[in-house]
T-cell receptor, first 115, second 110 residues
Framework: GAGVSQSPRYKVTKRGQDVALRCDPI?????LYWYRQALGQGPEFLTY????????KSGLPNDRFSAERPEGSISTLTIQRTEQRDSAMYRC?????????????FGSGTQLSVL | TQLLEQSPQFLSIQEGENLTVYCNSS?????LQWYRQEPGEGPVLLVT???GGEVKKLKRLTFQFGDARKDSSLHITAAQPGDTGLYLC??????????WGAGTKLIIKP
């Protein structure tokens, strides 16, 4: 596709359920990031992939959060046993190359609501 | 803890006025980026600055990176309603990781 695609756009779940959020980056983009963004705030880093390798997961809040990018393209962020505090906008971003000066392309995000 | 502080948090001005927003930290960054975000969308890159003292212009927007690479400013000349949005700065703390400010919410009234 032309841009970074995230699905679902909205996810409402009950506390204790598992959720999987999908990110389809721009074709050929090497780097993929997951961020969490509160309303009116800047993105908060969760994890970073270089191709299929998860190079940094230091931003994942706890071990209920995990992410994978098995073939170096589509990525899934999984939250197990969701809690109300997990409610947020989850954004994926990709860049063509590696490096902090690369242009990040963001998806429209998945708004997660845990009831 | 590395922090990026943006000021003001909120700014509402009339079309045609000039404005400056700031991004400050006690940390040194190897590079810094400015993004604009509109409601319901992801941030969109405006500029990347790398060298201390660097000035970049993008039409009516002027970006400056501080000499010590700890701060940056964004100046908009003759603001237009289309400039409305959340302006975010992001500083590089590693070769891939950015830390983000909380943003300046800018409203330009016609």
């Amino acid at each position: 596709g032309a841009g970074v695609s995230q699905s679902p756009r909205y996810k409402v779940t009950k506390r204790g359920q598992d959720v999987a959020l999908r990110c389809d980056p721009i074709s050929g983009h090497v780097s993929l990031y997951w961020y969490r963004q509160a309303l009116g705030q800047g993105p908060e880093f969760l994890t970073y992939f270089n191709y299929e390798a998860q190079q940094d997961k230091s931003g994942l809040p706890n071990d209920r959060f995990s992410a994978e990018r098995p073939e170096g393209s589509i990525s899934t962020l999984t939250i197990q046993r969701t809690e109300q505090r997990d409610s947020a906008m989850y954004r994926c971003a990709s860049s063509l190359g590696q490096g902090a000066t690369e242009k990040l392309f963001f998806g429209s995000g998945t708004q997660l609501s845990v009831l | 803890t590395q922090l990026l502080e943006q000021s003001p948090q909120f700014l509402s001005i009339q079309e045609g006025e000039n404005l400056t927003v700031y991004c400050n930290s006690s940390s040194v960054f190897s590079s810094l980026q400015w993004y604009r975000q509109e409601p319901g969308e992801g941030p969109v890159l405006l500029v990347t600055v790398v060298t201390g003292g660097e000035v970049k212009k993008l039409k009516r927007l002027t970006f400056q990176f501080g000499d010590a690479r700890k701060d940056s400013s964004l100046h908009i000349t003759a603001a237009q309603p289309g400039d409305t949005g959340l302006y975010l700065c992001a500083g590089a703390v590693s070769n891939y990781q950015l830390i983000w400010g909380a943003g300046t919410k800018l409203i330009i009234k016609p």
